[in-house]
């Protein structure tokens, strides 16, 4: 691969000489060979796509949606629902086949509550209905904040791809200026021009590779940062991945020990760096920060094209940190106690009142619809919960993996726009 950059654009030829001198520039070219391919390897958007193999998908015009069970966060609601289930069964037993047939307490008579006691459960019922609205309330507002902390964790999610999509564009394009001469001068220079325009090309092309794999690298790490827990489905794929590559004779065991969604973007030392860091996507902006200094220090331009150059790199990195600290803002600060313990009290307590005193007036019979009612209810803050920081494993999270896949394949054609390929 021969990328010199000549005054035609970067498709035009050099002379072999610039590309071949010592060998040093076909090394560099190699290097960015490899880190193309790496970027779309299959293996590696396996990996990332991996972790989102949870994730519940559907249909948003079809109503076939309320026959599906997954994706509903029934792991809240269940133990509600047991409650109220056994509350029900025991209710009913006591008042209906020990209270009831002994004419135990006072408005039973035969075997059946007087009108009066009937009157008094009823005015019960009307004292539990009120409950209803500020639970309704609270219910609403609970919704409505996990659908706005939803969609800003979304907004942050598509803006670090938006700039992701930016900054190598700006980076590559900057690059550029590092480029040696057209193939005219370099045919007027001596020996000693020659080498230096080469170096030109090297430092071209090497900061064109790392502008590349970091970008590629940065929403991994945001993801590891968000999303730090493990899971079956991605351990299963990074198995996969590392058994495939030791079955094909590699000469690379150190990338066993390298997570497959990066792969032969990074070296063994940089991925033990960044997989133990505390806070990864800091170890990778510090890097990308470097990397612009570095362009614009490289760019044979003027002074005022140099500064250009490294604010613009410069303010994209800012807008990276700034997504990043939306999401992890989301993700670490859960509604305020007070406001869920209080919700899940009254809400417990309204269904609580009105199972019993429903059965009371109707009898198992009503304990069906009710269970259904209290599942509605529930569910509606089970669904709240599931939203409200949307990173983790849960069906209806964010697709962190797809964003890493997003911004490679982005990188890449980036890559190939610019003539490297």
């Known amino acids: 691969m021969t990328t010199t950059i000549s005054k035609d654009g970067p498709e035009a030829n050099a002379p072999s000489s610039l590309s ?38 559907y249909e948003p015009f079809s109503f076939l949606v309320i026959f599906r069970f997954q994706g509903r966060n029934w792991s809240m609601m269940i133990l509600p629902l047991l409650i109220l289930g056994m509350l029900d069964l025991a209710w009913w037993f006591i008042l209906h086949q020990v209270l009831l047939p002994s004419n135990a307490i ?82 007027a220079m001596n020996i000693v021009e020659l080498v230096h325009a080469k170096k030109q090309d090297d430092v ?17 790490a945001v993801r590891n940062f968000l999303r730090p827990e493990s899971r079956a489905e991605f351990e299963a794929c990074c198995n996969l991945v590392c058994n495939s590559k030791r079955t094909k004779g590699n000469d690379e065991k150190h990338e066993m020990g390298i997570s497959p969604d990066l792969l032969d973007l990074v070296s063994f030392q940089e991925a033990t760096e960044l ?33 250009l150059l490294y604010r613009q790199l410069n303010e994209q990195i800012d807008i990276l940190t700034g997504a990043w600290g939306a999401m992890e803002r989301i993700n670490l600060t859960p509604l305020p106690f007070v406001y869920v313990a209080h919700l899940r009290t009254f809400l417990m307590l309204y ?20 269970m259904i009612a209290s599942w509605g209810l529930l569910g509606i803050e089970a669904a709240a919960v599931e939203c409200e920081r949307p990173f983790h494993w849960n069906r209806n999270h964010l697709a962190l993996g797809k964003m890493g896949v997003v911004v490679a394949k982005n990188v890449h054609q980036t890559l190939l726009n610019c003539g490297y390929s």
């Open 351 to 370: 269904l609580c009142f009105w199972h019993i005193s429903s059965i009371a007036l109707n009898g198992w019979v009503c304990i069906p619809p009710l």
């Open 275 to 307: 997989q133990h860091s505390a806070f990864p996507t800091i170890f990778v902006l510090n890097k990308m920060r470097l990397l612009a200094w570095d362009a614009s220090e490289s760019a044979g331009a003027s002074p005022s094209k140099q500064a």
């Open 20 to 57: 071949t001198s010592n060998g040093e520039a076909s090394k560099e070219d190699a290097k960015l060979s490899k880190t193309i391919k790496a970027i779309l390897d299959p293996d590696r958007i396996e990996a990332l796509l991996a972790f989102d193999a949870t994730l519940v998908r």
């Open 106 to 187: 006072r408005g039973i008579e035969n075997g059946e509550m007087t009108e009066d006691l009937t009157a008094r459960v009823e005015r019960l019922d009307e004292l539990v209905s009120p409950i209803l609205v500020p639970v309704s309330f609270l219910l609403v507002f609970r919704l409505g904040r996990a659908a706005v902390r939803f969609w800003d964790a979304r907004s942050a999610m598509g803006k670090l791809i938006e700039v992701c999509r930016t900054f190598i564009s700006t980076a590559v394009v900057g690059c550029q200026a590092c480029k040696a001469l057209d193939p005219p001068a370099l045919s």
């Open 204 to 220: 071209r092309l090497k900061l064109v590779r790392q502008f590349a794999r970091w970008t590629c690298v940065f929403p991994i």
